[in-house]
């Protein structure tokens, strides 16, 4: 069943209501069935070429009370329209986010500034866990600088509601009483549809598809949150719920489906957030991720400076580096610092399309000028001290 | 003669005089002449390797009055605080800086903070001659809305001075009354040492050197703005004057002088800078580099935001992407735009590293939030309407 596009049915007065539904894909026939959702009358429609674009499914936890009223999970335009009449409609006090991901952070940093008191639980020992441990913790920092009570190692059990309505929050530690909950407890492709019809599905449930975005079933092709992706680094096949891959894959299948020829390589993990002033961004592997492959690795972490430290606003950057042992091969990076830190990621970023070694990017002719970087950039500068250690 | 360096003799307080002066290098007997400059003595000291790091001297013409005060060229720590000096002890008003490069431009700025009135005269038909002209357009309107007075297609015929101070600027057509004279002129390695010695000089009299940054002459190394780069777009010998490319000269250099093995394998033309809120960046060859290269080219233009359309200080970005016709090589980009357009050049540099086709560019897993970026990079949007093009 898609449903979860229904819930973007109304976009602050503007109609966006779902009207039909696919309930059933018949690859064989190759035609799909079909109700109106008003009127509840069901059709089969044929097609040439079909392209599944289901998206993804936030992690919802069936706990004692997680039905209850103000337990929002943030991951449509209309759940999070939801919780923002809420948040105006209720003078929520206390907050609690449980899950220390992008959502989670993000949440966390918009309630803190709607003047409410958050508490973040997270059952992993850092914040992050697409970043390294001492990277996370650097997260950790900055969202108790920014005013967030942080537990870590602390799983969520369960919820104590009244009236139907959530009155706190029950971990394996304490229990936090709370006005509202924020769960960002991550993903997993929405498939059941796919998986139904007989299509292959691949890591952690999201439908195979090769270089073009063809399934599996001759016609059928899927691109988004549902689909599977390609990791560069690891060259294994992957799979990541961010728009940025979405918006590609769509765009390759597009082209496919439009009778062209595209491909989409694959990813090398990249993201970005901001925690308050805080920047955070990571692309490639990890050193868990790196551990379970078997690659052996050197990483270097350095702290520079994002502009000149002379120019006004210069603010601290931390940056790591991994590179495979041996060859140099960079792995991946990580980047926690003040203005200016995030975007830098892309230099990693392309350095791993282009399978660069630490030593090929010691030479990169990056730009320098004191309001933007120090002559040499910090992210070179992680590389060079990488480079050492191989 | 290294006379330059001596300019640093005093740093606010601080003694960086320069005691000695090298003359003369007498390659075939290892041996250099030194002058000890207070007592006027002359030695002869013997080397085993030599590395010359001469840099570079700012072009200053030989026109009527150009010998006069209050007219500063800007290229040493000691220019620039005499500069200071100068703007501190007298009441400048009027200011004229001559060059429209990025120290002209960074002189307009400052000059304008410091309540002076500006005027920028430039021989050439725009600003920034390393931008094309449609970009160098958007370099100078910025100009103009921080508050300088633009005259471009205008040369310096000379000065009219008073008791020896300047008080005007002439040029072919029109006379400036000022109070203050900045010359911008760009520079020329400082290589008549070298050149004296017969050590080989290359492009615009720079000293020849290979990968290593080896001279011509067995035990003799150069680096920094009086040696040749390579560029590695046009692959052709090069020359360019930034700290940055000195900095990695350097370290390469140092690292081989020192029994170690390093090599610098070139630049793109990487350079930002800034214009009141507006950032320009460059990197890889322009359109006048490809037609002397006799290269053809396509290139895209577009407009985009530096984060999400939505977000709080979104701003513009100008972005031109420039692509071998036919192969779709990556030859080069310039942006011009608000907080956070400059460093997306590193994209584009680290790309033409990698000699990536602008098809390849357009699957790059470049960081994407509200705050940095749109969904697709602007970098990559020019990319794709590039690649339309071929």
């Given at each position: 069943m898609i449903r979860s596009a229904e819930r973007f049915r109304?976009?602050?007065?503007?109609?966006?209501?779902?009207?039909?539904e696919v309930e059933e894909i018949d690859a064989a026939g190759a035609r799909v069935r079909v109700r109106q959702l008003e009127s509840g009358s069901v059709s089969w429609e044929s097609y040439d070429k079909l392209l599944i674009a289901t998206g993804a499914l936030p992690i919802c936890p069936e706990l004692p009370g997680s039905d209850a009223v103000r337990i929002c999970g943030i991951n449509t335009l209309q759940s999070g329209l939801e919780l923002r009449r809420l948040l105006d409609a209720e003078a929520a006090k206390t907050g609690v986010v449980v899950g220390g991901g992008y959502i989670g952070l993000e949440m966390a940093e918009a309630l803190v500034r709607r003047g409410i008191e958050v508490t973040l639980v997270d059952r992993s020992p850092q914040l992050m866990g697409t970043l390294d441990e001492e990277m996370g913790e650097l997260v950790s920092r900055a969202m108790r600088d920014f005013g967030v009570t942080v537990h870590l190692k602390e799983s969520l059990t369960g919820f104590e509601t009244r009236e139907g309505k959530v009155v706190g929050v029950v971990t394996d530690k304490r229990s936090l009483p709370v006005d509202i909950v924020i769960l960002g407890l991550g993903v997993r492709p929405n498939t059941?549809?796919?998986?139904?019809?007989?299509?292959?599905?691949?890591?952690?449930?999201?439908?195979?598809?090769?270089?073009?975005?063809?399934?599996?079933?001759?016609?059928?092709?899927?691109?988004?949150?549902?689909?599977?992706?390609?990791?560069?680094?690891?060259?294994?096949?992957?799979y990541i719920a961010l728009g940025t891959v979405a918006n590609r894959q769509g765009r390759v299948a597009g082209i496919n489906l439009g009778g062209g020829y595209a491909t989409f390589p694959g990813v090398?993990?990249?993201?970005?957030?901001?925690?308050?002033?805080?920047?955070v961004a990571r692309t490639g592997l990890q050193e868990k991720e790196l551990r379970a492959l078997g690659i052996e690795w050197v990483s270097a972490v350095i702290k520079s400076r994002t502009r000149a430290g002379y120019f006004p606003g210069s603010g601290e950057i931390t940056v790591k580096v991994l590179a495979e042992k041996g060859s140099g091969r960079l792995l991946g990076g990580q980047i926690v610092g003040m203005e200016g830190s995030a975007k830098r990621i892309d230099t990693l970023a392309t350095a791993l399309h282009a399978d660069f070694t630490v030593a090929e990017m010691i030479n990169l002719d990056l730009g320098y000028a004191p309001p933007f970087s120090p002559v040499w950039d910090p992210v070179v500068i992680a590389a060079r001290e990488a480079e050492k250690l191989l």
């Amino acid at each position: 069943m898609i449903r979860s596009a229904e819930r973007f049915r109304e976009k602050e007065g503007i109609d966006v209501r779902i009207r039909h539904e696919v309930e059933e894909i018949d690859a064989a026939g190759a035609r799909v069935r079909v109700r109106q959702l008003e009127s509840g009358s069901v059709s089969w429609e044929s097609y040439d070429k079909l392209l599944i674009a289901t998206g993804a499914l936030p992690i919802c936890p069936e706990l004692p009370g997680s039905d209850a009223v103000r337990i929002c999970g943030i991951n449509t335009l209309q759940s999070g329209l939801e919780l923002r009449r809420l948040l105006d409609a209720e003078a929520a006090k206390t907050g609690v986010v449980v899950g220390g991901g992008y959502i989670g952070l993000e949440m966390a940093e918009a309630l803190v500034r709607r003047g409410i008191e958050v508490t973040l639980v997270d059952r992993s020992p850092q914040l992050m866990g697409t970043l390294d441990e001492e990277m996370g913790e650097l997260v950790s920092r900055a969202m108790r600088d920014f005013g967030v009570t942080v537990h870590l190692k602390e799983s969520l059990t369960g919820f104590e509601t009244r009236e139907g309505k959530v009155v706190g929050v029950v971990t394996d530690k304490r229990s936090l009483p709370v006005d509202i909950v924020i769960l960002g407890l991550g993903v997993r492709p929405n498939t059941a549809l796919a998986a139904a019809a007989g299509i292959p599905l691949g890591v952690k449930g999201a439908i195979r598809v090769n270089e073009r975005m063809q399934t599996g079933v001759a016609g059928i092709w899927a691109a988004g949150d549902c689909a599977e992706s390609f990791h560069l680094v690891s060259r294994r096949p992957f799979y990541i719920a961010l728009g940025t891959v979405a918006n590609r894959q769509g765009r390759v299948a597009g082209i496919n489906l439009g009778g062209g020829y595209a491909t989409f390589p694959g990813v090398t993990g990249t993201a970005v957030t901001k925690v308050g002033q805080v920047e955070v961004a990571r692309t490639g592997l990890q050193e868990k991720e790196l551990r379970a492959l078997g690659i052996e690795w050197v990483s270097a972490v350095i702290k520079s400076r994002t502009r000149a430290g002379y120019f006004p606003g210069s603010g601290e950057i931390t940056v790591k580096v991994l590179a495979e042992k041996g060859s140099g091969r960079l792995l991946g990076g990580q980047i926690v610092g003040m203005e200016g830190s995030a975007k830098r990621i892309d230099t990693l970023a392309t350095a791993l399309h282009a399978d660069f070694t630490v030593a090929e990017m010691i030479n990169l002719d990056l730009g320098y000028a004191p309001p933007f970087s120090p002559v040499w950039d910090p992210v070179v500068i992680a590389a060079r001290e990488a480079e050492k250690l191989l």
